[in-house]
């Protein structure tokens, strides 16, 4: 199996991803070749190399290296499944398999995980969509309301509609501060400002070139601070007026949801206008500077069109890529230019999805099935995050050791931005002194900064080292929290680092 996708690389995760201990790999480590006709098999020859393979009933299938059980095929389909229970996977010959890019899916209608396995089997095998739950049958995949749709063209009207201001708006920007035809593009509103600047520190301290950082303010206070960082920033009321500036309480909320939309608009601009580009949100630090590693022109992933950071999560709404809208890279390309404008169209689901990572789910293998998108989901303990944070300890502790050297850290998988900056300041990821946390204090350095043109790109919030706190002993930390139990975030659970 890992031979395969070495050779043929789909561009999708592992099941479990490589950070989840929860998962034994080796359980599903090889891969099963059916071939439409004798003339396509490996030679008589190679076939009785192997004398050990796999015995189904009184057959024995031969188990034989990739290039040998390839060698005749004029074309290979990959096809994902894993070992369900009782589950059948038909191959019918009708169209060739190039005119089909999706799999009909049956399962028995009103069945319950609670019933016995007879009376299971007694009810019919009808369709259904991927998006079903085994056991109650809703689909995961739910339609808007038709509020939120009329919402939603209205949303796309007004911006439609000032597509030309805002490209002519955006392309001196682009055209001042672009390398080689790539930018970096990220989004934030007043009530994230903190993790804006927590990023341009962390790159000043860590010596990181971000003179290519574009940021698409939602309010004209995130506007200002961004110019005040140094930063390039382009910010327009006509489409973000309405976006709330006070942060999200929480993944997925009213708040959330309204910045999203921007989040869609950004980067279709950027690759409408014709560059490449690394969009990512604000609660990363690099260790590595990743866009160098992206355009390598002889690195592993100069063949692909898009690559994701690995989310971590396995469900259906983001099945198969798992890929995380809050980093990934974009070459821009008219397969591209087609898959962000079908974001914008997708965009009324956010409001069942939670967020715009199930549109990016939605749309990803569909793009990659009709026009041969090229997508790749990144090896997630190269791109780690919240996802490890909260569930990998060890894989936590190798960073902190240096046993493990991620190209950057994202700190998502957390509730709210409070927690965020708590996180981040324990794993030595936080680089904004503590003076500039108070909202009344930094509004006094930004407005003293726009009085004073001379203070530009200083307003004395970046700190040149990492900026340390303990605040949780039982979550990941760069050093050994002690404390109470009131410094304990659960209840049940223990010290992160073993004393």
Known sequence: KEDLLT?????????GGQGDKTYDHRKESEALLLYSRTSAMPEDSVLRQDTVGFHAGDALIPLINVPDAVKKCEGL???????????????VGNYNSRYNGHIFKFQRKGARKKETLQEQLKHPLVPISRGVDV????????????????EHWSNLGTYFNAIDHLTSKLEPILQKIHRNKTVIVTVTNAGHKTLLMNFVCSCKARGFEISNLVVFATDEESMHLAEDLG??????????GSIPATASKQFGDADFKAIVFAKLVAPQLVNMLGYDMLFQDIDIVWNQHPVDLFIDPKGPYKDFDMLFMDDGIRN?????????????FAKCNEETKFFFRQLLYYADNIHK??????????????????LGLRIKTLLDLDFPGGFHYHRSSDFIRDIVEGKAQPVIFHMHWTKSVIQKLDFMKQMGLWYVKDVCLTSDLLEEKVQGSIKDQSAKQDIGCCSNEALVQCI?????????????????????TKHFWPT
């Open 231 to 240: 930063v390039a920033v382009f910010y327009d009321e006509r489409i973000f």
């Open 353 to 370: 999805w939670t967020s715009e990572q199930g549109v990016f789910g939605a749309v990803l293998p569909e793009m990659a099935s009709l």
């Open 7 to 15: 050779l043929y690389d789909t561009g999708v995760p592992q099941r």
């Open 77 to 91: 389909d990959v096809v994902y499944t894993h070992n369900l229970n009782r589950h059948c996977l038909a191959i």
């Open 316 to 328: 259906i709404i983001y099945a198969p890529y798992q890929a995380n809208s809050g980093f990934y």
């Open 472 to 492: 949780f002993f039982d979550k990941g930390s760069v050093t050994q929290c002690k404390g109470d139990t009131s410094m304990r975030m659960f209840e049940s």
């Open 135 to 150: 056991e109650n049958h809703g689909s995961a995949f739910r339609m808007p309301d038709i509020e939120k749709v009329e």
